[in-house]
């Protein structure tokens, strides 16, 4: 029978509980292994907070200039996503908290190539400001690039989120290279690879609290050892992560980057912006792919057959037979056509035939084929076309840059014309980007800004853009050399198709650059800076260029102190200036400068390994020798392929009489630089001393193997092995 309540005198119904004794105790149980951790964990987090522990994870920093208060990059927030030794940094950028009056903000999100890999100073959101404060007088633009090297849009939808809350009028996403390779991805070296998105969501949100960077930094330390990531060796790391083109997980990635994408549109949407969708742009004919593998399931005689009429067309091709080669890839191509280099390969030979649209499907199907997945593949770029047609009626509109790319290469085969290497644009490249967002910005400029957006000037061509960024013949040499440094003298491009013909012709055209950069001609570019700065005074890129200009090359150091303490006045959150001012001042001479300007730098950026090897440095002239023998081990701590901390620690050791430690130095140096003849010199001298003379003998003959021409080398092998040693 149903229960019934029971009546006071007043013959009002007492409330009868439905849960009985048992069950309430059940309850208070259940609660209390709910609400007891929650509860320790909160307090645990207050503790960890009072007490000051972990990093600030957002993607700014607050300061101040003149009493205003501003927001700058944070150069923590990549200890989010990567371990503090590896993490990728911001460009410098710096804005008015609140934004002014008649300001339209943009911020421009993405990944290294929206950061502008290899050159920052000339990214296409340099460029886009250049072109609106031109075309658009009346409306004051404030374009702040947010991008960060390695990143995907997992990183990318964060940084939208908090970008969101700083009074945007306009999110350009320049997204897409990176979705397999980058955190989180099925091809990743730098976070556990993550098929659930909530998973992914929640691991990064945990590592914005300070539990959460205490769990990551002893799981993190355990993760580095010997055989860990222990030094940032760029896209090199990745060469065992490969991922076929018929994996199931990339279909994953793709819902993945498409919801991702989605929320970022709805992040600008929330804050009243409006967001401009970018396809994004690879190099197709000078770029062969990174990596190929054969279908699974391929029998040994189908592999026999492939590689005999690929030898075939190999032959034919070098012959200059194109025909004949054309016609021995496709005999390969219909036994096994997911080798991603073949495809290439038909690519190139359609091109020289003179069938330029064939050539194109080839060389897109060898990029898409690719196992060393660093460009953006067709399939990206239609998650992005169709997000944008999807949510064109609120506010997102597409910038097609790859259709514009296309049209401005020759036979619509992009390649080096528009790009350095596989992605990061060239001058002419971002140009082209910058011009396919700024059409799409005067279509639909924000209608707070439509009046003062009436009057519209002349569009500035690429050459007037170049000449107020400071793109010149010692820029364009500075950029093509930090290509070669950078990217195509490593891992993965050293083991593409046609290298050594692609470097022979870089180095070359490098040579002859360099060799046209006359003292006079130098002061000249000197001049052409000074009329942009004059421009553009508080361009602090600009400055900051003039200033390594009159340094490295010019050597006017007083001129360029001047020029980087205008920068850091500019700048005042950031380390940069540090760093430049210290450089300097050690060739000036300066030393107790630049130790002041060195610990500045650490305050800010305390994983510097290059700040704490010149700390060592200073100190070690100074004759303080325990001091730098502290930094120098310092600098391996957080830079463990830090060269020149290896030699003069080791140097200093010797000269300390503790040649047993100075062996060991050297030999963990090698272990990071096995070809440094330097170190193999060293070692061999140590060897010597301590005993060993057939060991020494070998060390200085591999030094010799590796530097002939090296003076101190030279010198060293006749002392040791004889005058005859180097005949």
Not at 123 to 146: D, M, N, S, Y
Not at 462 to 487: H, I, K, P
Not at 524 to 530: F, L, V
Not at 599 to 615: N, V
């Amino acid at each position: 029978m149903p229960h019934k309540p029971r009546k006071h005198g007043g013959g009002k119904a007492e409330p009868v509980s439905r849960l009985s004794p048992g069950r309430r105790v059940w309850l208070f149980r259940i609660l209390a292994i709910l609400i007891g951790p929650a509860l320790l964990l909160g307090l645990l987090e207050l503790g960890l907070r009072a007490i000051g522990y972990g990093y600030n994870p957002h993607v700014t920093e607050k300061c101040e200039i003149d009493g205003v208060p501003h927001l700058g990059e944070n150069v923590k927030f990549g200890w989010r996503f990567f371990p503090p030794i590896l993490a990728r940094e911001f460009e410098p950028f710096l804005f008015e908290a609140r934004k002014p009056a008649g300001t339209c903000r943009i911020f421009v999100l993405g990944a290294s190539a929206a950061q502008g890999a290899p050159n920052n100073a000339f990214r296409f959101g340099r460029i886009l400001e250049a072109l609106l404060e031109e075309r658009l007088p009346g409306v004051r633009f404030e374009v702040v690039t947010v991008a960060m090297a390695a990143i995907n849009s997992h990183v990318v939808l964060q940084i939208a989120r908090e970008c969101a809350r700083c009074e945007p009028d306009l999110f350009v996403v320049y997204l897409g290279n990176n979705e397999v390779v980058g955190p989180y991805g099925p091809g990743t070296v730098l976070t556990p690879a993550l098929s659930n998105l909530h998973l992914i969501r929640l691991a990064i949100g945990l590592r914005a609290t300070k539990l959460g960077q205490l769990i990551s930094a002893i799981a993190g330390g355990r993760g580095l050892g010997k055989e860990g990531l222990q030094s940032w060796r760029g896209m090199g790391m990745f060469l065992d992560q490969q991922v076929r083109a018929d994996d199931p997980r990339l279909k994953t990635t793709y819902s993945h980057f498409r919801r991702n994408l989605e929320d970022i549109c709805r992040a600008a949407e929330h804050a009243g912006a409006h967001t401009i969708l970018c396809t994004v742009a690879t190099n197709l004919r000078d770029c062969p792919p990174f990596a190929s593998s054969h279908r699974p399931g391929l029998t040994t005689e189908q592999q026999r057959n492939w590689d005999a009429v690929h030898k075939e067309g190999l032959v034919a091709e070098t012959q200059g037979k194109h025909g004949e080669a054309l016609a021995a890839y496709l005999r390969a191509a219909e036994i096994d056509g997911s080798y991603a280099e073949l495809q290439f390969r038909l690519g190139s030979c359609y091109e020289l035939l003179g069938d330029y649209e064939e050539a194109k499907a080839r060389y897109i199907r060898g990029r898409d084929l690719d196992t060393l997945r660093f460009r953006a593949d067709t399939q990206i770029n239609e998650v992005i076309r169709t997000v944008a047609e999807q949510r064109k009626s609120h506010s997102v509109q597409l910038a097609d840059a790859v259709a514009v790319v296309d049209a401005n290469s020759p036979h619509g085969l992009p390649g080096e014309g528009c790009f350095h290497e596989h992605v990061h644009l060239s001058f002419s490249g971002n140009y082209l980007v910058a011009r396919t967002v700024l059409d799409q910005i005067e279509q639909s400029i924000p209608a707070r800004f439509a009046d003062k957006a009436t009057v519209r000037g002349p569009i500035r061509t690429c050459d007037q853009c170049a000449e107020r960024l400071g793109y010149n013949d010692w820029s364009r040499a500075e950029t093509l050399d930090m290509v070669l440094r950078g990217f195509l003298n490593k891992p993965p491009f050293t083991n593409q198709l046609y290298h050594k013909e692609r470097m022979d012709q870089l180095n070359g055209r490098l040579r002859e650059w360099q060799a046209a950069l006359t003292p006079d001609a130098l002061v000249s570019i000197a001049e052409q800076y000074r009329a942009a700065i004059d421009k553009a005074p508080n361009d602090w890129r600009l400055r900051w260029d003039y200033g390594q200009l009159l340094a490295e090359d010019l050597k006017q150091y007083d001129a360029a102190l001047e020029q980087y303490r205008i920068v850091q006045g500019l700048l005042p959150h950031s380390y940069l200036p540090h760093d430049s001012l210290a450089s300097v001042l050690r060739a000036k001479g300066d030393l107790a400068g630049a130790v002041a300007e060195y610990q500045e730098l650490l305050a800010i950026k305390p994983t510097s390994g290059t700040a704490y090897y010149y700390l060592g440095w200073c100190h070690n002239r100074q004759g303080r020798l325990d001091l730098a023998e502290e930094y120098f081990r310092k600098a391996i701590q957080f830079e463990p392929d830090c060269v020149l901390a290896y030699l003069d620690w080791a140097e200093l050791l010797f000269k300390k009489g503790r040649l047993h430690e100075a062996e060991k130095v050297c030999r963990d140096g090698l272990v990071f630089a096995p070809n440094h003849a330097m170190l193999h010199g060293n070692l061999g001298i140590l060897l010597v001393k301590t005993g060993r003379p057939e060991q020494g003998a070998a060390e200085i003959r591999k030094a010799l193997e590796l530097d002939p021409a090296s003076p101190q080398i030279r010198r060293l092998a006749e002392t040791i092995l004889g005058p005859r040693a180097t005949r």
